[in-house]
């Protein structure tokens, strides 16, 4: 009786040290690097949704605004022939100017037009 | 981007036509105006660059693009497009790598920032907690203050996000105070910061330092002053950089479009007046500060070759002989060559307005100009004098586009007399738009070389680009507190 109670707590023990094991890091050396982020934090802006789409072009008046960087306007001439090839009803307005014209011309451009393509040249 | 986003906002249905190697930036800019799914047109680049010299020449592209072009405009919103809510973006306060030995981490720490778009490519120092509280110890300013934002995502910079990109870049706490002086400059409101960091003209900085902190921090102002060598020089540059980089959330191709990239990206031209040797007062001085003062001074200017602004050598050196007029005469001579522009400059183009000068001397060149009589304001005279030219040689589309910048109010108006004067029978035009936009500074060895660069007078998204802060908080030096 005594034997088997022996054998049993060194079994016990025995056991209970291999468990006990396997809950260290089997790495030895692990080195843990803890660096502060670079980045900066950006503030989260409103987030707007385009304007609605056209049902249709059909009589309607597009703007095509340019900032007249080079050869633009060769691409826009060619897009305005084709697109009124398509779509003979509808009229085509040529803007150009600045990367950004400001709110006040924007304002006045889009009272005339009922929609826009837009490029910078880039 | 944003006179698009301001139409389509006003109701009318915008679509943004752009190169397909542009819709990264496009994406990026149309985010920051605030229209992010903004209704966009790709043209292929590699098609549309090459052939936009004629209308024969570019008509399969503008073809092409032509049902894309009707789609945008028709095609109804998706729910997508319709969609209010931003992205989150959670930006945990510090990262842990986690590897077999410290050699490993740090390998795995370059690797993952450089992935992450976080680094500069060149190696970088890990900002542990302690490394960055070590550098904060070099101001008294708090770590929480924010100094503004950093274009061209608008990322809030602040003292603490500024000295953990300076522990990256491997500078040392005394030159805390000058890195966030320069970083002052660069985001204040008036400075126009958005082009210099993003744009195809590939413009880079100057980052001069005056005062006595340039000497106590061991800033080189001799020869090799734009090079390599130098820990106060290079790695105030490199902070700057990372500082853009990760403060701005820049990244090259993606929304920093400089086609070729800058000379010395990685560190700018960052350098100290050599007010050693200098015969008239440090730049600082001339604008009012005492001498005691320490200064930074930004400057945007242009990185390639005269045409486009780039640095170019006016002379001296050990090689040939020099004599100062021949170094005023090359000086001059780069200032006409902007008259090549005369007839495109137009405020709001890529092409706004005619350049500022940075000149840099060497010691030896201002000290002969000094004895012959030349301060620095009567050396911006000459030049603006010297520069003009007679109105009987101007083209009538070169006198028009004068005219047309007076009527459009592109000249200020305390010069508008002198322009208006010099376009009559024996007038002379000016091509600077006035004395003091000729920015002179002495630096350099003996011997040395004199250079320049420019940049526009007025940038096209801002009202400067060259702006003095002076330093200050500074902990660890005399000066600069």
């Given at each position: 009786?005594?034997?088997?109670?022996?054998?049993?707590?060194?079994?016990?023990?025995?056991?209970?040290?291999?468990?006990?094991?396997?809950?260290?890091?089997?790495?030895?050396?692990?080195?843990?690097?803890?660096?502060?982020?670079?980045?900066?934090?950006?503030?989260?802006?409103?987030?707007?949704?385009?304007?609605?789409?056209?049902?249709?072009?059909?009589?309607?008046?597009?703007?095509?605004?340019?900032?007249?960087?080079?050869?633009?306007?060769?691409?826009?001439?060619?897009?305005?022939?084709?697109?009124?090839?398509?779509?003979?009803?509808?009229?085509?307005?040529?803007?150009?100017?600045?990367?950004?014209?400001?709110?006040?011309?924007?304002?006045?451009?889009?009272?005339?037009?009922?929609?826009?393509?837009?490029?910078?040249?880039? | 981007?944003?006179?698009?986003?301001?139409?389509?906002?006003?109701?009318?249905?915008?679509?943004?036509?752009?190169?397909?190697?542009?819709?990264?930036?496009?994406?990026?800019?149309?985010?920051?105006?605030?229209?992010?799914?903004?209704?966009?047109?790709?043209?292929?680049?590699?098609?549309?660059?090459?052939?936009?010299?004629?209308?024969?020449?570019?008509?399969?592209?503008?073809?092409?693009?032509?049902?894309?072009?009707?789609?945008?405009?028709?095609?109804?919103?998706?729910?997508?497009?319709?969609?209010?809510?931003?992205?989150?973006?959670?930006?945990?306060?510090?990262?842990?790598?986690?590897?077999?030995?410290?050699?490993?981490?740090?390998?795995?720490?370059?690797?993952?920032?450089?992935?992450?778009?976080?680094?500069?490519?060149?190696?970088?120092?890990?900002?542990?907690?302690?490394?960055?509280?070590?550098?904060?110890?070099?101001?008294?300013?708090?770590?929480?203050?924010?100094?503004?934002?950093?274009?061209?995502?608008?990322?809030?910079?602040?003292?603490?996000?500024?000295?953990?990109?300076?522990?990256?870049?491997?500078?040392?706490?005394?030159?805390?105070?000058?890195?966030?002086?320069?970083?002052?400059?660069?985001?204040?409101?008036?400075?126009?910061?958005?082009?210099?960091?993003?744009?195809?003209?590939?413009?880079?900085?100057?980052?001069?330092?005056?005062?006595?902190?340039?000497?106590?921090?061991?800033?080189?102002?001799?020869?090799?002053?734009?090079?390599?060598?130098?820990?106060?020089?290079?790695?105030?540059?490199?902070?700057?950089?990372?500082?853009?980089?990760?403060?701005?959330?820049?990244?090259?191709?993606?929304?920093?479009?400089?086609?070729?990239?800058?000379?010395?990206?990685?560190?700018?031209?960052?350098?100290?007046?050599?007010?050693?040797?200098?015969?008239?007062?440090?730049?600082?001085?001339?604008?009012?500060?005492?001498?005691?003062?320490?200064?930074?001074?930004?400057?945007?200017?242009?990185?390639?070759?005269?045409?486009?602004?780039?640095?170019?050598?006016?002379?001296?050196?050990?090689?040939?002989?020099?004599?100062?007029?021949?170094?005023?005469?090359?000086?001059?001579?780069?200032?006409?060559?902007?008259?090549?522009?005369?007839?495109?400059?137009?405020?709001?183009?890529?092409?706004?307005?005619?350049?500022?000068?940075?000149?840099?001397?060497?010691?030896?060149?201002?000290?002969?100009?000094?004895?012959?009589?030349f301060t620095r304001k009567k050396l911006q005279e000459y030049l603006y004098e010297q520069s003009r030219?007679?109105?009987?040689?101007?083209?009538?589309?070169?006198?028009?586009?004068?005219?047309?910048?007076?009527?459009?109010?592109?000249?200020?108006?305390?010069?508008?007399?002198?322009?208006?004067?010099?376009?009559?029978?024996?007038?002379?035009?000016p091509?600077l738009?006035r004395p003091e936009?000729s920015?002179?500074?002495?630096?350099?060895?003996?011997?040395?070389?004199?250079?320049?660069?420019?940049?526009?007078?007025?940038?096209?998204?801002?009202?400067?680009?060259?702006?003095?802060?002076?330093?200050?908080?500074?902990?660890?030096?005399?000066?600069?507190?």
């Amino acid at each position: 009786m005594k034997g088997k109670r022996l054998w049993f707590l060194t079994t016990a023990v025995t056991a209970g040290f291999f468990m006990a094991l396997s809950h260290v890091s089997p790495v030895h050396g692990e080195v843990t690097l803890e660096v502060l982020n670079p980045r900066g934090e950006i503030a989260p802006l409103p987030i707007g949704v385009p304007a609605p789409r056209l049902a249709t072009l059909a009589g309607k008046t597009v703007g095509i605004y340019w900032n007249n960087k080079a050869g633009g306007s060769y691409f826009w001439d060619v897009a305005e022939a084709e697109l009124k090839a398509k779509v003979p009803s509808a009229k085509f307005v040529r803007y150009d100017g600045p990367f950004d014209p400001g709110d006040a011309r924007a304002a006045a451009m889009a009272k005339e037009v009922d929609a826009f393509f837009y490029g910078v040249g880039d | 981007m944003a006179g698009s986003v301001r139409i389509d906002k006003i109701g009318k249905p915008v679509v943004f036509v752009v190169t397909d190697n542009f819709i990264h930036d496009a994406k990026s800019a149309a985010e920051d105006t605030g229209i992010p799914r903004l209704r966009m047109v790709t043209v292929p680049a590699d098609e549309y660059y090459k052939r936009r010299v004629s209308r024969e020449e570019v008509a399969p592209v503008a073809v092409a693009a032509v049902d894309a072009l009707i789609d945008g405009l028709l095609r109804p919103l998706t729910e997508e497009e319709r969609g209010t809510t931003a992205k989150q973006v959670e930006m945990a306060p510090t990262i842990k790598i986690i590897a077999e030995s410290y050699d490993a981490a740090l390998e795995k720490f370059n690797q993952l920032f450089l992935d992450n778009h976080w680094g500069s490519g060149l190696p970088l120092v890990p900002p542990t907690p302690e490394r960055v509280k070590r550098m904060l110890a070099g101001t008294m300013r708090s770590p929480q203050e924010v100094i503004g934002t950093v274009a061209p995502k608008n990322g809030k910079a602040t003292i603490e996000k500024i000295a953990v990109n300076a522990v990256m870049a491997g500078a040392r706490p005394e030159y805390l105070p000058v890195i966030i002086a320069a970083m002052e400059a660069l985001t204040d409101r008036s400075y126009d910061l958005l082009h210099v960091m993003a744009s195809t003209g590939s413009f880079t900085l100057q980052i001069v330092v005056n005062g006595p902190i340039a000497e106590e921090i061991g800033m080189n102002s001799g020869i090799g002053l734009l090079g390599y060598g130098f820990r106060a020089n290079n790695t105030i540059g490199h902070a700057l950089r990372l500082s853009l980089i990760n403060l701005g959330h820049l990244w090259p191709g993606e929304n920093d479009m400089a086609l070729i990239g800058r000379p010395s990206s990685h560190t700018f031209y960052v350098f100290s007046e050599n007010e050693r040797n200098d015969p008239w007062e440090p730049y600082h001085v001339s604008l009012g500060y005492k001498k005691g003062d320490s200064c930074v001074t930004v400057s945007t200017v242009g990185s390639y070759s005269a045409s486009l602004s780039g640095l170019v050598a006016f002379g001296g050196g050990a090689v040939f002989p020099w004599t100062p007029q021949s170094l005023l005469d090359n000086m001059v001579r780069t200032i006409k060559m902007s008259r090549d522009m005369m007839t495109v400059w137009k405020f709001g183009t890529a092409v706004p307005s005619p350049g500022k000068q940075f000149l840099v001397l060497h010691p030896e060149f201002a000290m002969e100009l000094n004895r012959k009589g030349f301060t620095r304001k009567k050396l911006q005279e000459y030049l603006y004098e010297q520069s003009r030219i007679p109105y009987e040689q101007l083209s009538p589309k070169e006198i028009a586009s004068v005219r047309r910048r007076l009527a459009d109010r592109e000249i200020p108006d305390d010069q508008v007399a002198v322009f208006e004067e010099s376009l009559k029978p024996g007038g002379m035009v000016p091509l600077l738009i006035r004395p003091e936009h000729s920015y002179i500074f002495v630096a350099g060895g003996i011997p040395g070389y004199s250079f320049g660069t420019s940049y526009f007078s007025t940038p096209p998204y801002g009202a400067t680009a060259v702006l003095t802060k002076a330093i200050r908080g500074a902990v660890l030096t005399k000066a600069g507190r």
